[in-house]
Each structure stands twice: as C-alpha cells, then as structure tokens.
C-alpha cells in the first residue's frame, strides 16, 4: 500500500507561489496516474490536476495557467507549483495517487489513494 505525505502549504499573501510536495512511500508511482485535489472550507474536494506515467497532465479550468502538476521519478515526488496564488486558492491541498498506465484525468473516480493534506492559506 502506498502512503502519502504532502508538505509545502503555508500562509501566503495574494499574488504570492508555493510549490507543493507528496511524497510517496511503499512502492514505486512512476507509472501511475497522479494527481492533486484541494477543499475549502464548505465546500466539496474537487481535482485540480493530474499527471500521468508519460507526463501527459490535466488541469481544471479554473486554475490553467497558474497550477503546473510534475513528477520526479527518482525520488518517488510528485509536486504543484501554484503561481499567482488568489484567496480562493485557500483550501487543504491533497495528492492522490491511481492505477497504473490510466492516461491523466481530473475526478475523484479515478484515483483510489489520499495523503493527508496540506494547508494553503491566502491572504488579501
């Protein structure tokens, strides 16, 4: 089974970048569908970006441009940098992990394994 640890999440002032981390521990995720969710307070976890075993990645609209999903095989990470961070960017931040060869997609149907969280706060 694999375990998940996020880390990287912080209180930011708007405008500000965090890169966030998850590492993985237990097997190897080189060839899985990764990908990053996030909940706010209130309100449903919804996916925001994912990257697959041929780094082909995924986002959801509203944070195109701005989220960038990687993955360093080598060191079993997966990580988000967040550029340009807004208030509504605040939430726990979580990485998921898939099955393997899925091609990358956005939804909580495709992805069988959470980390913890990590907070993001952003301030105006």
């Known amino acids: 089974q694999v375990q998940l640890v996020e880390s990287g999440g912080g209180l930011v002032q708007t405008g500000d970048s965090l890169r966030l981390s998850c590492a993985a521990t237990?097997?190897?995720?080189?060839?899985?569908?990764m990908g990053w969710f996030r909940q706010a307070p209130g309100k449903e976890r919804e996916s925001v970006a994912a990257?697959?075993?041929?780094?082909?990645?995924s986002y959801l609209d509203s944070v195109t441009g701005r989220f960038t999903i990687s993955r360093y095989n080598f060191k079993n990470t997966l990580y988000l940098q967040i550029n340009s961070l807004k208030p509504e960017d605040t939430a726990v931040y979580y990485c998921?992990?898939?099955?393997?060869?899925?091609?990358?997609?956005?939804?909580?149907?495709?992805?069988?394994?959470w980390g913890q969280g990590t907070q993001v706060t952003v301030s105006s």
């Open positions: 237990g097997r190897n995720i080189d060839t899985n569908l």
């Open positions: 998921a992990v898939g099955a393997k060869w899925t091609p990358a997609a956005l939804g909580s149907k495709f992805f069988d394994s």
């Open positions: 990257i697959d075993w041929r780094d082909t990645t």
